[in-house]
């Protein structure tokens, strides 16, 4: 029911927002100015309001960050450890050292203010004018996920943040960039990799050949540098309890299933990019798939990469439409 929920909103704000219905409020920079702050005092509050215990002791998302880096400070091994509610920790390393600074300030979920400041960056320069913006922002302020995500689920709001950067710098043909942070997100969390292929692919098609390898070698390295120290740590903990056993342990039907299903999405999303051209819907169905297997991890992603798509079909149409006006039919 929330994900109904979610988009029937984000459909009706859409038709709104993108219509001349709600021009007046679309195109309003007061009504801009007021969503932005309505994002801001909501990012502050829910980030405080996780810190209370009875709502932090049922999820152990921002526990597990911490605990992580408290093993580590003690020279310990961070995979050894598990979380109050007695799991292990998942998250691979570039999402808990990525983390380090806002431990040290005191709490490692302030890192959600600074990813939706990221986010407002990247819809307010992807956007071409106020009614994508104010659809991107209203979208993002009405979406259930995204409290969600501030109050105990920051390594998937990060996660989700760093995809959307990602996205938005390989569609400025900033490759390099780009390379380099799906490098660090192929080294934070497992459903990464079902769009990684699909990432390649792109900028194959885009880059010429010299620099398609460095952004490939990019790519291949930065995950190799951060997750084998750990591997080479202790190899029994990482592959046969976390974190590579912890998500793999949830595919339990049978042998090699988690494999098949990475498989079968990327094969899925590299499909989608192949016949549509358009990478936004590729990491759209990539997600929306993967949340019918295991629903809740992607979640924040899914209407992440929604709202990117719906700007970017908006895009698409105002560029078609140039095209019609500069060469009438006779």
């Not at 960039?177 to 660090?184: D, E, Q, T, V």
């Amino acid at each position: 029911m929330i994900y109904l929920g979610y988009f029937i909103l984000f459909l009706l704000f859409y038709v709104v927002l993108f219509t001349k219905i709600g021009q007046k409020i679309s195109d309003n920079k007061k009504f801009t100015l007021l969503i932005i702050s309505l994002l801001i005092i909501s990012s502050v509050t829910l980030t405080f309001l996780g810190n209370n215990p009875s709502i932090n002791y049922y999820c152990d998302s921002d526990d597990a960050l911490t605990i992580w880096i408290n093993q580590l400070f003690s020279f310990q091994y961070p995979y050894e450890a598990v979380t109050q509610l007695g799991q292990q920790i998942t998250p691979f390393p570039s999402l808990p050292l990525y983390s380090i600074p806002f431990y040290l300030l005191g709490n490692v979920a302030y890192q959600n203010i600074v990813n939706l400041f990221i986010i407002i960056f990247i819809l307010w320069n992807f956007s071409e004018n106020r009614r994508q913006l104010n659809f991107g922002l209203v979208s993002l302020l009405i979406c259930v996920h995204f409290a969600v995500s501030f109050l105990n689920h920051t390594d998937h709001m990060t996660v989700a943040t760093f995809v959307a950067l990602g996205l938005y710098l390989l569609y400025k043909s900033r490759f390099k960039l780009s390379s380099l942070i799906f490098g660090l997100l192929i080294a934070s969390k497992g459903y990464i990799w079902f769009i990684i292929p699909t990432i390649i692919c792109y900028i194959f098609k885009k880059e010429n050949f010299q620099n398609f390898k460095k952004s490939l070698l990019i790519i291949i390295l930065v995950p190799l540098i951060i997750v084998l120290p750990f591997i080479l740590w202790n190899s029994n903990i990482f592959f046969h309890f976390a974190p590579v056993a912890a998500e793999s342990s949830l595919f339990t039907a049978f042998k090699y299933l988690d494999i098949i299903v990475t498989l079968a999405i990327a094969s899925i999303a590299l499909f989608s990019y192949n016949r549509t051209k358009n990478l936004f819907f590729a990491v759209f169905i990539a997600y929306l798939i993967f949340e019918f297997i295991l629903p809740l991890r992607s979640t924040f992603l899914l209407a992440l990469s929604a709202i990117l798509l719906g700007i970017y079909m908006d895009k698409l149409k105002i560029d078609t439409n140039k095209i019609s006006d500069q060469n009438p039919s006779n």
